[in-house]
């Protein structure tokens, strides 16, 4: 099991430009969220998806939006990008309908803004 | 609102020494409460979860309601210890709400 799968791993864009950053759960998770992590700080939730909708938000802007499809796999997108959107993007997967437990991390997707 | 707080960001002990990484927390019901590591060049993996009462690579942490904490502590730290801590909250809204994580640095 390959675990959490992101893409890509690093990339760079330019400000007020879009991007799409993919994650593929763990086998067997089908309960998805996206973290941001800015340098130095600990990750902060954007959102969670499960069923194909979202389920929670964060402190986001509509900026930020996602998708999960039906393999459970999700993209986060990105618009109009800021120079303070410069971040580690994370995926964490988990199994629904189950008790407390942690989330899997995927290694996340570096986005560098200039 | 649910707040994590990790007053250190650098801490350094010697091999062998008792090691103890803060963590309070701010919630208004029952918390769940975890520990992640982060390995240097390795993804965010769990390292324990107040619920379950165990102890991974020697550490152990209590949650203290009445001083809404949630410290980790392990009797004699290892140079593998090196690595960056977050503390973590999930309340009802089943998102996990981090810390600012403390860099944990075992000196030989």
């Known amino acids: 099991d390959a675990g959490v799968t992101q893409s890509p791993t690093h990339l760079i864009k330019t400000r007020g430009q879009q991007v799409t950053l993919r994650c593929s759960p763990k086998?067997?998770?089908?309960?998805v969220s996206w973290y941001q992590q800015a340098l130095g700080q600990g990750p902060q939730f954007i959102f969670q998806y499960y069923e194909e909708e979202e389920r929670q938000r964060g402190n986001f802007p509509d900026r930020f939006s996602g998708h999960q499809f039906p393999n459970y796999s999700s993209e986060l997108n990105v618009n109009a990008l800021l120079l303070g959107d410069s971040a580690l993007y994370l995926c964490?997967?988990?199994?629904?309908?189950?008790?407390?437990?942690?989330?899997?991390f995927g290694s996340g997707t570096r986005l560098t803004v200039v | 609102a649910q707040r994590v707080t990790q007053p250190e960001k650098l801490l350094s002990v010697f091999k062998g020494a008792p090691v103890e990484l803060k963590c309070n927390y701010s919630?208004?019901?029952?918390?769940?409460l975890f520990w992640y590591v982060q390995y240097s060049r390795q993804r965010l993996q769990l390292l324990l979860r107040h619920i379950s009462r165990e102890s991974i690579k020697g550490f152990t942490a209590d949650l203290n309601k009445g001083e809404t904490s949630f410290h980790l502590k392990k009797p004699f730290a290892q140079e593998e210890d090196s690595a960056m801590y977050y503390c973590?909250?999930?309340?009802?809204?089943?998102?996990?709400?981090f810390g600012s994580g403390t860099q944990l640095t075992v000196l030989p």
């Open positions: 964490a997967s988990r199994p629904s309908g189950t008790g407390p437990l942690g989330y899997t």
């Open positions: 919630y208004s019901g029952s918390p769940e």
């Open positions: 973590a909250l999930r309340g009802s809204a089943r998102q996990l709400t």
């Open positions: 086998s067997g998770h089908d309960t």
